[in-house]
C-alpha cells in the first residue's frame, strides 16, 4: 500500500463544475503540499497545510490532521485548470516529499 | 527571472557518456532538491541539501549519480556511464530557510538516453 493514496486517479468535468480531489496519508507529518503539473513537466506548489483550510482564488485545500485526509477543491473550474494535481507530504523522519501518483483533471469547455 | 533556472532543459546522449545538469535555485532559498521523473509517475526523490551541506541522498545516488552544492548557490547533478533507464526528467527545487513556504520548481532537464 501506498503512502499516500489520491482519489480519483482521472477526472474528467465540465467548465464551471465545482472539483475535489482527495488525498489519503499513513505516516506522521509536518507538512502535506498540494501541487499542480501541466504538460511537459512544469510543476507549480498550490499550497503548504499543515492544518485547518487554506485558500487561494478558487482553489481552497483542507487538511484533516486526524483522519489524516486533505482534500484540494476548485471552484467554477475552468479548461486552464486542466492538469495533474499532485499530494505530497513531508514526512516527520526525513526531508523528502512521499508523493501520490497524482490526479489528471481535464476541464471540457 | 527570479524562479529556479535549470540548464539545460533538453539532453540527449549516447549510452555510457556522462551528463551534467545545473540548478540555480532562489538566491535567498538555502534548501534545494533534486528529483527524477519517468513518464507517468510522481517524482522519485534523489538527494537534499541545505546550504551547501548534503543532508540526505537515495540509495541511487551512492553509484553513478553524484549531486553538489560547493558554495551553497548553485548546484549540479551528475550521471556518470548513463544507462536508458537514466532518461527521465530530472526536477530540481528549493525552499526558503522559513519553514512556512513550499517549493518552488524549476521546469526540469528532460535527458533522453540512447
Known amino acids: 500500500k501506498n503512502e499516500v493514496e489520491q482519489s480519483p486517479q482521472n477526472l474528467t468535468a465540465q467548465e464551471g463544475e465545482f472539483i475535489t480531489i482527495n488525498c489519503s496519508y499513513s505516516?506522521?507529518?509536518?507538512?502535506l503540499h498540494w501541487l499542480q503539473q501541466h504538460p511537459g513537466g512544469g510543476i507549480v506548489s498550490l499550497f503548504m497545510?499543515?492544518?485547518?483550510?487554506k485558500k487561494h482564488g478558487r482553489l481552497i485545500a483542507t487538511i484533516n490532521i486526524q483522519e489524516k485526509h486533505s482534500s484540494l477543491h476548485i471552484t467554477a473550474s475552468h479548461p486552464r485548470d486542466s492538469a495533474v494535481y499532485i499530494c505530497?507530504?513531508?514526512?516527520?523522519?526525513?526531508?523528502?516529499?512521499?508523493w501520490g501518483a497524482g490526479t489528471k483533471l481535464i476541464i471540457k469547455p | 527571472d527570479t524562479g529556479v533556472s535549470q540548464d539545460p532543459r533538453h539532453k540527449i546522449t549516447k549510452r555510457g557518456q556522462n551528463v551534467t545538469f545545473r540548478c540555480d535555485p532562489i538566491?535567498?532559498?538555502?534548501?534545494l532538491y533534486w528529483y527524477r521523473q519517468t513518464l507517468g509517475q510522481g517524482p522519485e526523490f534523489l538527494t537534499y541539501f541545505q546550504n551547501e551541506a548534503q543532508l540526505e541522498k537515495s540509495r541511487l545516488l551512492s553509484d553513478r549519480f553524484s549531486a553538489e552544492r560547493p558554495k551553497g548557490s548553485f548546484s549540479t547533478l551528475e550521471i556518470q556511464r548513463t544507462e536508458q533507464g537514466d532518461s527521465a526528467m530530472y526536477l530540481c527545487?528549493?525552499?526558503?530557510?522559513?519553514?512556512?513556504?513550499?517549493?518552488?520548481f524549476g521546469s526540469g532537464t528532460r535527458l533522453t538516453v540512447v
Open positions: 505530497a507530504v513531508r514526512a516527520y523522519s526525513n526531508y523528502q516529499l512521499i
Open positions: 497545510l499543515s492544518s485547518g483550510k
Open positions: 527545487a528549493s525552499r526558503p530557510r522559513v519553514a512556512d513556504y513550499g517549493y518552488t
Open positions: 538566491s535567498e532559498h538555502n534548501r
Open positions: 505516516v506522521g507529518i509536518s507538512a
